[in-house]
């Protein structure tokens, strides 16, 4: 039963998803299907460097001038 639910939950989350709506609710099986394949943002890149000052070496790297 309790298998079922999560398999219910994950459905709902990717079809809303899929839709482009809003996530409406906090359980984690919806919540999973929700946001998988769904880009990270910052955080899912900020996480591979040390500090922020990093991060902005990397990226600013090809623009020919240092952030300070």
Known sequence: ???NL???RYQQGCRDRDAGLLPKMQDSAYLE???KG???GLDGIM???PSVEAYMKWKFKDLGH???
Do not use: D, G, K
Request: aromatic letters at 22%; charged letters at 20%; glycine letters at 0%.
């Open 1 to 3: 039963m309790f298998n």
């Open 6 to 8: 999560r398999e219910i």
């Open 33 to 35: 299907a929700y946001l």
């Open 38 to 40: 769904r880009p990270e």
């Open 47 to 49: 996480q591979y460097f």
């Open 66 to 68: 240092s952030v300070s």
